[in-house]
């Protein structure tokens, strides 16, 4: 299952006119992307709303935009893959939002009541639901003595280390960072990758040492 | 029915970042509709809703006009009437920022007052 839009030929082009300044470039970006970026995601998750994906796709536009910089060609990523990974995370973003709307809406006695009792945000009314399988089956890569008790923004941002993720903005957008100044945001996202580090050499090492 | 261009052009319009909140602004105080507006800027729609997506022109000479030239001479249309009707667009976005910065300075006031009613400079008399 690939939600990879196909690569722009004119990827770099577009990218070096939005590093420059040029005011037409989120236009193009956008008229380039938008499309095949929100139909992938739809693609690859079905039963969510086709309109989130196209927020989110919007989104992840948006982000390049204020940001150019956060995408480094130099990594081995190419601009489609970059926007599918940001624009992935974005809707899982929308999704946990949507989530706590429908739960806040919802009068507790029906849930309370109702015959699948509090087990009925997994089911089949979860616009989340095809998400949290993928993310559940990408969690289970993480150990278990790593994953006890960590929150799940913890989750989302191990997940992106064991995936040699090395851009900044992706790590402070997974950890749903506000706005931040470029120094401070740096700090932050490295505070949390070091504490999740030295737990998942923790884990090493106790592994290597077990019988 | 609309593109997914058209709706991210559509919301664009409440994002200074946009050209679009500039030409929207515009629009309303002229009372123009998509159709007119296009007729205004003498383009298409597609090329209106590309317009939109663009980034907002640099207020500041000499940026604001060579934004405008870029984004004029990519999409054809005349350098003047766009200048015109963003930079009429960029005035309307800053009165309405100002208004609500004022209504924020007002209202922090007010609840500054409220939370320190003994600390008020006048006392009573």
Redesign the interface.
Known sequence: MSDAPPPHPDALRLLRCLLD???????DL??AY??PL?AGLSTANPRVDPQLC?EA??EA??AL??NPHSYRPEEGLTLEAFLRMSARGDLRNLLHKENKHQRGRRPWKVVEHSADGGNYLRRDDDPSLPLQIAEAARAAAVPDAVRAGLTETDLRVLELMLAKERSTAVYARAMELPPLPPEEERREVKRVKDRLQKRLDRARSSHEQSP | MS???D??AR?AAA?P???AAALDRHARSERLDDAALAARLGCDMPTLT????????RPEAPHFGN?ID??AG??GVAADVLAAAVRRGQVLLRQQAGESGAAGLLLAARDGAEEEPGDDAGGEP
Not at chain 1, 21 to 27: S, V, Y
Request: include cysteine.
């Open positions: 300044g040029n005011p037409t470039a989120p236009a956008a008229a938008l499309e929100a196209e796709a919007e536009l948006c935009y204020r | 593109s997914p261009l709706r991210m919301r994002d970042f946009f050209l590309m317009l939109r997506l663009c980034r907002m022109p934004d870029a984004i990519r999409f």
